[in-house]
């Protein structure tokens, strides 16, 4: 299994430009997540679906936006990028245990920088 | 207040020594807490997760949970070297969502 996947690994863009981040899922989780990670900042929420077929707004929406294309793949779009936006991102699922919590397992992250 | 706290660091600790990390959160109805490590440059990986008060152990890992105090903690036993890592602590947040702390850099020097 390969867990999380993520597609680009590394990315360069200059403002105003726009680009999709790719996630796919191989552990039939129903539930899948964008973060993005900036120094001091920790782990803020962009974007999560529950399920296939809905997405909410998380921490940080603004200027993203989100695709559930199947159970497996979640996709992030960025319309018009701008160096606020330069951080790493990271997509995750989670599937909840019974009697506990979800566990949230992470992809590799992509590191995106806009110019 | 912030959600979920923690100690930016770092906290050094030599080779063999227990290391303590620490952790806040504000909402006293949260009922599961995790701790993620996170290698530099890497993505975090599930460490440790508790759900009730009191301590549980993996291994050289402990993580003692007190709900009244509303404190989480990681110790790790023997540290190493390996262990030189971010340790980001995660409460849920409505309906499978987790907050994440800013996290505490680890330092292990041999």
């Known amino acids: 299994n390969a867990g999380v996947t993520q597609t680009p690994k590394f990315q360069v863009l200059k403002t105003g430009q726009s680009m999709t981040l790719q996630c796919a899922q191989d552990?039939?989780?129903?539930?899948m997540y964008w973060y993005r990670q900036d120094p001091g900042m920790g782990l803020r929420l962009i974007y999560y679906s529950a399920s296939e077929g809905t997405t909410d707004k998380g921490e940080v929406p603004n200027g993203y936006n989100v695709s559930r294309l199947n159970k497996r793949e979640f996709s992030l779009r960025l319309e018009s990028a701008a160096p606020s936006q330069t951080s790493v991102y990271f997509c995750?699922?989670?599937?909840?245990?019974?009697?506990?919590?979800?566990?949230?397992?992470f992809g590799p992250g992509t590191r995106l920088t806009v110019l | 207040q912030k959600e979920v706290e923690q100690n930016s660091g770092p906290l050094s600790v030599p080779e063999g020594a227990i290391a303590s990390l620490n952790c806040t959160y504000s909402?006293?109805?949260?009922?599961?807490f995790f701790w993620y490590r996170q290698y530099s440059g890497k993505s975090p990986e599930l460490i440790m997760s508790?759900?009730?008060?009191g301590d549980k152990e993996d291994g050289r890992f402990t993580a003692q949970l007190n709900k009244a105090s509303q404190y989480v903690s990681l110790l790790i036993r023997d540290s190493q070297p390996s262990d030189s890592a971010t340790y980001l602590c995660a409460v849920p947040r409505g309906f499978q969502k987790l907050v994440f702390g800013t996290g505490t850099r680890l330092l292990v020097s041999p």
């Open positions: 909402d006293r109805v949260s009922q599961s």
């Open positions: 508790i759900y009730s008060n």
């Open positions: 552990m039939n989780h129903n539930s």
């Open positions: 995750a699922s989670s599937e909840r245990v019974a009697g506990g919590s979800d566990t949230q397992y």
